[in-house]
């Protein structure tokens, strides 16, 4: 296989099991809750191991497509049930990933029962490793967000019954930004001539935006959330040091899931530095030969045996041809 067609198959590889490990492990329902203290009002006067309880089943990760027309499940139908009027949606579509690939899904989307045990909220996370550069990410999460509301006729209400729409809330963390931020976009009114009081509810549509610093920023209670995320994705920090951060400073239960997750996003980051080291290597070896430099040399170099630079040097030489 041709080098650069190789490394971009290994480097794809490598951003779809992070992006897999970072969604299973933030879903874990202490995890969610804990973001849920710090980004939902109703929430914010609890603690995280009460909200656990207000998650609805099984959050859904990476299995709900955000498409037009895709994000709802068709209820079974059955040739011997008599037509009835009621077509409501059986829920969100969860459809096995590898159907319709490429298709772009929500990350984790879950269902949140409110104090009151009636009202719910819909609630989606998404994990960016980086701010993206092909487009603004506000842009894409006011697109979500509008997503999750226009996704609910047909299966949250029917008709006109516009009353009855939930509130949502998209929450996205951006890894690897320069400083540590939260934002709350949401809806507003101004009064161009004459107040008055419209019915509805401004509160319906939510984006709260948080910039993961590059560092580990201190222990301190306002950058609570920021740690914690920081923490579990973190490329630098060890399985131990990371499962002590949660235990002691969040006073997280280490669940055998919770425990899997960590080691898993560890393994997965010391192999994605091997390679780039061996990369590195490799370039450094290409380099020293094509400048005249003999092997035995670059072997002190790179402290790679003979026989591995003539094999690199020699596959350089294929590809290419």
Not at 135 to 158: E, P, T
Not at 266 to 280: D, F, P, V, Y
Not at 296 to 315: D, G, P, R
């Amino acid at each position: 296989m041709n080098t650069a067609i190789a490394n971009t198959v290994a480097a794809a590889n490598d951003k779809a099991q992070y992006d897999e490990y970072a969604k299973r492990l933030i879903a874990q329902k202490i995890i969610l809750a804990h973001i849920l203290a710090k980004t939902v009002d109703e929430f914010r006067d609890m603690k995280p191991e009460d909200i656990v309880a207000h998650i609805e089943g099984d959050p859904k990760v990476g299995i709900v497509p955000v498409d037009p027309g895709m994000t709802n499940a068709a209820r079974p139908t059955d040739a011997s049930t008599p037509y009835v009027s009621d077509h409501r949606l059986a829920g969100l579509n969860t459809e096995h990933s590898e159907i319709n690939e490429g298709m772009i899904r929500f990350d984790i989307i879950f269902y949140v029962r409110m104090k009151d045990g009636l009202a719910q909220v819909i609630i989606n996370i998404e994990i960016q490793k980086d701010e993206p550069t092909q487009y603004f990410l506000l842009n894409r999460a006011i697109f979500y967000v509008s997503r999750m509301v226009s996704s609910q006729k047909g299966r949250d209400f029917v008709h006109q019954n516009y009353n009855d729409m939930k509130r949502v809330f998209s929450i996205w963390l951006c890894m690897n930004m320069p400083s540590n931020s939260m934002s709350y976009v949401h809806l507003t009114k101004e009064d161009i001539l004459e107040h008055y009081n419209w019915n509805g509810h401004l509160d319906l549509l939510n984006i709260v935006l948080l910039g993961i610093g590059r560092e580990l920023p201190p222990q301190e209670e306002q950058y609570e959330l920021h740690r914690l995320i920081g923490t579990l994705l973190s490329a630098e920090l060890t399985v131990t040091q990371k499962l002590a951060i949660i235990e002691t400073e969040y006073h997280i239960p280490l669940s055998v899931e919770l425990e899997e997750g960590v080691n898993d996003m560890c393994n997965l980051g010391e192999g994605i530095e091997e390679r780039a080291i061996e990369k590195t290597k490799k370039e450094v070896i290409l380099d020293m030969y094509q400048n005249g430099c003999n092997l035995e040399l670059i072997a002190t170099v790179t402290k790679k045996n003979i026989s591995e630079i003539e094999e690199i040097i020699n596959n350089s030489i294929v590809s290419l041809h």
